[in-house]
């Protein structure tokens, strides 16, 4: 297939690059024009690389003649995103971008949505579960979800619930932990008793490869569909550097708008036949030796 992805320097996108490949497929990737490519440097000389800002209204692609588009691009600067003003910019840009891909004969569209879209609820959240989003940046998912259902493309709409693995940003749990161990400093978390679902961000890629290959559309949730807690994982990571006594649990407050269980009812996934490679343990084994290795 000839994709066109954005996002693709991103902690999910440039890993979505690197399972398109390995599957043989044309890609596209657009590029912001100053943007570091330090996460896809490996698979670059692989790659139809696009520089330009999907912001710009004046920007298209030099060819649009694309089989599929996977819109991973949006603004998720850690500990800013949820309530920016930019992700009103994103819903305009990203409307304009699928029309005019529409136009040029593109036949799907895969664009990235969030759990966060969700009510809460104590069960697994399925594709249909109600919607209550508490963010600005859940409401204008939400709102482009809507409005890419008026276009005539094949519209699927990955709901990615949490991630780690090799890439991620610092600021972000998993490297939270990992990074203050590495440096014998006590990683703060808070008491960690609610349940979340994190998927290995190999099997994230490989999830979103196999929706943009096959032909489910409407949201697709893409988790792991198992529970775990915060105190779970920073134990695991603290026995896997032999510093458990690190692990400062309840020693920062919860966010009194977290919800207390975000899990992943994957069963729609599963029917394109994707499967779980990394199990939690095996995958943070994993995590921890490329932080090693890059520090």
Known sequence: MKILLTGATGFIGSHVARALVAAGHEVHAVVLPNDDTWRIRDILSSLVTIRGDLLDSSFNPPSLSFDCCIHLAWYVETGKYLESPENRKWVEASIRFARVLQDAGCRRFVAAGTCFEYATSDEPLRELSPTGQRTLYAQSKLELFNALQSLEMEIAWVRFFYQYGPHEDPRRLVPVVINALLRKQEAKLVQGDRRRDFLHIEDVASAVAAVAEGKLTGAVNIGSGVPTTVAEIGMKIGELLGKPELVKLGALPY??????????????????????????????RQTVKWWQARL
């Open 255 to 284: 966010s009194p708008t977290e919800p207390m269980h975000i899990v992943s009812d994957n069963t729609k996934l599963k029917s394109t036949g994707w499967k779980l490679r990394y199990r939690l343990d095996e995958g943070l």
